[in-house]
């Protein structure tokens, strides 16, 4: 489901009823939309202009890396594998590019095993697995149309479930300048093959993705491109078949049972799991922290954008940060996760368009921008949605507590770091705020 809503592209036909206090959004591609109307806050798009150092694999390890070196107390600091940006300008010079990264170059074959990323595909587009210098070389040589990659260690060992690696896809809707939401829900999504004794190139086993890229073209991982390029053509999924489904793509909130389906007792698996949500919030709220004052995130009034974080947990339940990604394709989980991702839509609606509606009709805000109460009740039949502020949200939503992303969004782990993100926002004319991050679930 990417796009799932453009809301400030031209060209599309409007259809105003009676009833609306305003006439429904156009809707089309990142390419179109009006970026002048949208800075001069006359049109609400569902995506920021500039966000590619929260969604480039590379500009997000180097914004990152950044804000662990100035603040080693940061919950990001162990929640890093380590990581090198490389540049390859031709491939004919991949030994050259390679003398930036002598850790891996220089390293024994078989030594440790890394995993190599284009910094702008998606849907496992060009990834391997690597455990050497020649492998990486012909990594970067089977994809000449890519430039900039990351060189990532593969976090070893990592939690299995059912025998195989699995990660958590952590949904954030992030809404004007800037305050953040995390879903309350979100995807366990497990490999296709069992883990052990899986080599470098059965990637079946390695990589949790469920889009998997059909072909060997890397191919562009956002709807569109900061740099005004058009993006490279995505590659079509291969489609998971409802077996398939079943196998690999579990709600978070069902963890707990699958794991004692494992052998592990109740009371350890939902304290595992409550874990896992605790710490994937706080780095949420700590991540946007990071990139909002990088030049390369620009985030602005009229704008909101839902992003899929992606975490892998390692076999001693530590969360590791592996990347952001813009437009989530909520639509490849299939059937089982419908609920989920009506909810995802509707959730985020309301918390955007809804209370600029109520606004424009003279009424009050659905919630929405970190602030207030909750979201107002959904009519008959609909989703029901809540902003928990501080408080924990009704039992069987695993919500944690909002406050663990109020103190990463305030910069009070920063040392004072706020009021310098406060400042330079200013500077941009954005009346840039940091607000505690608000918490927003679903119930069927």
């Known amino acids: 489901m990417a796009p799932w809503a453009?809301?400030?592209?031209e060209?599309?036909?409007?259809d105003p009823t009676p009833s609306s206090p305003r006439p429904p959004p156009p809707r089309g591609e990142y390419e179109r939309i009006d970026w002048a109307r949208v800075h001069a806050r006359s049109t609400l798009a569902s995506s920021y202009c500039v966000?590619?150092?929260l969604t480039r694999k590379a500009q997000l390890a180097v914004n990152l890396k950044k804000w662990v070196a100035k603040r080693p107390a940061s919950p990001l600091a162990p929640a890093l594998p380590e990581t090198y940006v490389l540049q390859v300008d031709d491939v004919d010079y991949i030994e050259e590019a390679m003398a930036d990264i002598p850790e891996v170059r220089d390293a024994e074959a078989g030594a440790g095993r890394w995993v190599v990323k284009p910094s702008v595909a998606n849907r496992a587009a060009g990834v391997a697995v690597i455990d050497s210098a020649p492998a990486l070389a012909a990594a970067l040589a089977a994809q000449p149309n890519m430039r900039e990659w990351v060189v990532q260690r593969y976090v070893d060992p990592p939690a299995l479930l059912g025998g195989r690696k699995w990660h958590a896809r952590?949904?954030?809707l992030a809404v004007g300048a800037l305050d953040?939401?995390?879903?309350?829900d979100g995807l366990a999504l497990r490999s296709r093959a069992p883990y052990a004794g899986a080599g470098l190139d059965d990637l079946d086993a390695h990589l949790t993705n469920t889009c998997r890229a059909a072909g060997g073209e890397a191919a562009g991982g956002e709807s569109g491109d900061d740099d005004g390029a058009p993006p490279p053509p995505r590659p079509a999924p291969v489609p998971l078949t409802p077996d398939e489904e079943a196998d690999t793509i579990l709600l978070l909130s069902e963890l707990p049972d699958a794991l004692v389906a494992d052998g592990m007792g109740r009371r350890e698996a939902e304290a595992k799991v409550a874990g896992v949500l605790a710490a994937t919030a706080a780095l949420v709220g700590e991540t946007f922290a990071a990139v909002a004052s990088e030049l390369s995130f620009f985030a602005l009034p009229s704008a909101f954008e839902l992003f899929g974080f992606d975490f892998l947990v390692a076999a001693d339940w530590t969360v590791w940060l592996l990347e952001v990604n813009a437009d989530p394709d909520v639509g490849a989980t299939g059937a089982r996760c419908a609920p989920l991702a009506r909810a995802l839509v509707e959730g985020a609606l309301r918390l955007t368009a809804d209370t600029l509606a109520a606004k424009?009709?003279?009424g009050r805000g659905g919630g929405g921008?970190?602030?207030g109460g909750g979201v107002?009740?959904?009519?008959s039949g609909g989703a029901c949605f809540r902003a928990t502020r501080g408080a924990r949200a009704r039992p069987g939503w695993w919500c944690p507590d909002a406050v663990l992303l109020s103190d990463a969004l305030r910069g009070r782990r920063a040392g004072g770091g706020a009021s310098a993100r406060e400042s330079s926002s200013r500077r941009q004319g954005l009346g840039f705020r940091f607000r505690p991050c608000s918490f927003w679930g679903f119930r069927a």
């Open 6 to 9: 453009r809301a400030a592209a």
């Open 11 to 14: 060209g599309e036909p409007r």
């Open 51 to 53: 966000r590619k150092g």
């Open 170 to 172: 952590v949904y954030a």
């Open 180 to 184: 953040v939401f995390a879903l309350t």
């Open 360 to 362: 424009a009709g003279g």
């Open 369 to 371: 921008g970190g602030g």
């Open 376 to 379: 107002r009740a959904a009519p």
